[in-house]
């Protein structure tokens, strides 16, 4: 049955060829999310949104759904220019027989890049050419992915704690605010969490403060 099995694989290798490439297939779709997810700006804001819940200290409202799903809707929005031009100019020829499958895949990264780079410190993209050994690009379209991607990451990574700083810090001197004075009255068993918190909710919706954290996201890629 094996020497049998191995015949027809012998004299027919496009079995073998067709395999490889479903099981390449499957390795990219399982791969896919994750880097989507590092190609977009949804890291970013579902950090900026973990931060806002954390220096409310509301524990788990909004919950995790409610958050991911706000970050998910917020990435297409932004995104929405970017997946438009990859449509228009890698899938649609692709799937109409215009190009070749490695063509469209140049097409559909020449949009991506140019996102990633206008948000990529150089700092960090140098860090990765450098240790990859890769030359200076002269051009976006000449960055190659395997450094952008991480470089891409790491910016946003520093710049969404960045917001989260700027956010902790009103909440932070409310809760300085209500633990001096608990200590002054000589109330020091009693949680200045406790105390605090509905202060810090009623200064959040005073100032509309959704409002203000999605405005920043959507200008900061503007």
Do not use: C
Not at 46 to 68: A, D, E, K, M, Y
Not at 137 to 160: G, H, N, Q, R
């Amino acid at each position: 049955m094996n020497n049998s099995i191995a015949d027809i694989l012998s004299h027919q290798p496009q079995y073998v060829a067709t395999s490889v490439q479903l099981l390449l297939l499957i390795t990219v779709l399982s791969l896919a999310p994750s880097i989507l997810i590092l190609m977009t700006s949804f890291t970013r804001i579902v950090i900026v949104l973990s931060f806002v819940r954390t220096s409310l200290s509301t524990q788990q409202t909004p919950p995790n759904q409610v958050l991911i799903g706000l970050a998910l809707f917020l990435t297409m929005f932004i995104m929405a220019p970017v997946f438009s031009q990859v449509n228009h100019d890698a899938l649609k020829p692709y799937l109409k027989g215009q190009i070749s499958e490695k063509e469209a895949m140049a097409r559909a990264e020449d949009p991506f890049k140019e996102f990633m780079a206008k948000q990529t410190r150089k700092k960090d993209l140098n860090l990765f050419l450098e240790f990859g050994h890769l030359r200076e690009p002269k051009t976006v379209k000449d960055i190659p992915m395997t450094a952008l991607v991480p470089a891409y990451t790491i910016s946003e990574l520093k710049t969404a704690f960045e917001m989260g700083f700027m956010i902790f810090i009103p909440f932070l001197v409310i809760d300085m605010v209500v633990a001096s004075v608990l200590m002054a009255m000589g109330m020091m068993m009693l949680p200045p969490v406790i105390i605090s918190l509905p202060f810090k909710i009623l200064l959040f919706i005073m100032v509309d403060g959704w409002y203000l954290v999605v405005q920043s996201l959507l200008i900061g890629y503007s």
